[in-house]
């Protein structure tokens, strides 16, 4: 998964207009064969996690006061500072970053996993959808090819009173034919969308799903993704 990270490298995110099945995404790549050699990394750069109380022990809580969000991430996690952020083509601004699994690979900054929030237009459902394909997208295409982008139903959720919905997006390209060596070929996208009194809030996590890159950095916990997933709830 290509870091998040803006500091470190722009993340440029393909457009998308309506619920998506299948987008398309080209980059400049490589064709080299074979996998460049890889370093896992920690990140230095942190800020500190809220002092709320976590509801999973020894977990970070993430505050995002202007979506009006509360969420958990694990302690392996790493909060990237205030000024990081990520912006999708179709206007969303995601702040709050965190990443998991932090490795370097020809020169560039790769990560296993990373979540964001922020605010969406639209019905949670419709912004869920559209944030996760875009998201999906851009992670998962290559200048090679086009990743397959599978979109879930939207599940409705309730959440301390407030009504959204969850949507997950899995995306796969072709191992043989990527021409970045250093990226994942697989993983997911999981948006949490919550209408709020200010408008919709969105907490985004992405994680790739197979070790392609390297094997030194590990993959994000099934488990753990789902407890973050389950934690996105009304700050207050």
Known sequence: M???RAAVTAISLVAVTGLLTAVALLVTGSDDA?????TAVAPTKTRSASPGTPRTPGWQVVDDTAAGL???VPPGWALAPEEETLESSNGVELGHLADFGTYLCQGAEYGRAFSGSGTAEGEPATAAAELAAAI???QY???S???RVTLSRPTPVVRDGLRGAVVRADAEATADDVADRCASTRGTVTVVALATPTGTA?????ADTEPRGTDRAPLASGEDLRTMT???RPLG
């Open 2 to 4: 290509r870091t998040p």
């Open 202 to 206: 969105v907490v985004v996590l992405g």
């Open 136 to 138: 999906a997208a851009d």
């Open 70 to 72: 509360r969420y958990e």
């Open 141 to 143: 295409s290559d200048g």
């Open 230 to 232: 389950d934690s996105v």
């Open 145 to 147: 090819q086009t990743a």
């Open 34 to 38: 074979g996998t460049p050699p890889a």
